[in-house]
């Protein structure tokens, strides 16, 4: 359990708080992950930081290419934000699969990334805009992708009794770019999914060929899985049909998933991940299509 649970206003406050209780403290911000954790006796700590009340927290704002997500933001303020829906409808998409209405309504976009669970909806559609997280301990500020973040199965780089993620950012969609978010899972339940895929294109002026392309697939690996190879064949590729199977077949190859008796056998993932895969491309290519 915990003795303390504070409500600071500011980043400083809550900076400061955690350093006074030297790693006893921990940050909470909707507190889904983190109370369960607590209960089930997996973490402990003496005090909770809560930075859902902190106002500069809380906002979405666009700035220069990117959007700007502060880490109180939750997954339905994400989903229903008319920027988001408009600058990375990905994400907007993702945002709107997680949980229930409850749960939407109060876990936040940074405690899904922070959590590091290998099958968390927002962090892969994150890691495919290739978003970053900005990362305050008091005395320096560093920006890394969030990607990059994941130093094993449920474990974050971050160390959330000393430092704070304070904001996402998350390049905005240019021209002739489309996203897309394909998430399987079990009819009517409320669980994170079997597999989840997120794939970003560019493509080029005409929109006959893909300049880039990136391909993210979970939860079959640590984090969300980048598919390199399935990326490196789009590069320059015509857009059709067959370059698009390739693409999937050769991303899969970076996938690496566990059998689960909840999340199925490992045989039926491999073999359902590059129909994923290809559909989100597919839509992804559609999108693009059309701005
Ligand atoms: C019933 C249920 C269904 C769920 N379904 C899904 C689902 O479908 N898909 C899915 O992806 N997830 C799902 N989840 C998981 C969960 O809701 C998410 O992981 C959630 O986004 C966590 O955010 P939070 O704000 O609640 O984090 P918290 O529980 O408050 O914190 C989680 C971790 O992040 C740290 N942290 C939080 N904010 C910061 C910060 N700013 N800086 C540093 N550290 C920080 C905390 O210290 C803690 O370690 C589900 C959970 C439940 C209970």
């Not at 970053?132 to 320096?140: L, Q, S």
């Not at 890394?144 to 449920?154: C, I, P, Q």
């Not at 704070?164 to 002739?176: D, G, Q, S």
């Not at 991940?273 to 701005?291: D, I, T």
């Amino acid at each position: 359990m915990f003795h303390d649970y504070y409500l600071p206003q500011s980043v400083p406050e809550a900076l400061e708080i955690l350093a006074k209780h030297n790693g006893q403290a921990a940050i909470i911000a909707g507190g889904t992950d983190i109370l369960l954790d607590i209960h089930e006796g997996k973490k402990a700590f003496s005090a909770l930081v809560d930075i859902s009340r902190i106002p500069k927290l809380q906002s979405i704002q666009e700035e220069n290419g990117f959007l700007r997500l502060g880490a109180a933001v939750t997954h339905s303020q994400a989903n229903r934000s008319t920027l988001v829906q408009a600058a990375a409808p990905v994400l907007a998409e993702a945002c709107g699969k997680v949980g229930s209405l409850q749960i939407r309504n109060i876990a936040t976009l940074v405690g899904n990334v922070v959590n590091a669970q290998p099958a968390a909806d927002a962090a892969v559609a994150l890691a495919a805009l290739g978003a970053k997280a900005v990362i305050e301990d008091g005395k320096v500020c560093r920006e890394v992708l969030v990607e990059d973040l994941y130093a094993d199965l449920g474990k974050c780089k971050v160390d959330n009794t000393k430092e704070i993620i304070t904001a996402l950012l998350v390049p905005t969609l240019k021209k002739r770019q489309g996203s897309s978010f394909v998430r399987l899972d079990q009819r009517k339940a409320l669980a994170l999914p079997m597999l989840n895929v997120a794939a970003v294109v560019q493509l080029d002026e005409q929109g006959d060929r893909f300049e880039w392309a990136r391909i993210i697939m979970a939860p079959v690996g640590p984090g969300p899985v980048r598919g390199l190879d399935g990326e490196a064949l789009l590069r320059g590729a015509v857009v059709d049909h067959d370059t698009i199977v390739q693409a999937a077949k050769a991303a899969v190859m970076h996938a690496n998933p566990r059998s689960s008796a909840l999340r199925g056998s490992r045989e039926y993932r491999v073999g359902v991940l590059p129909v994923l895969v290809k559909r989100a491309l597919e839509a992804a290519v559609m999108q693009a299509k059309k701005v």
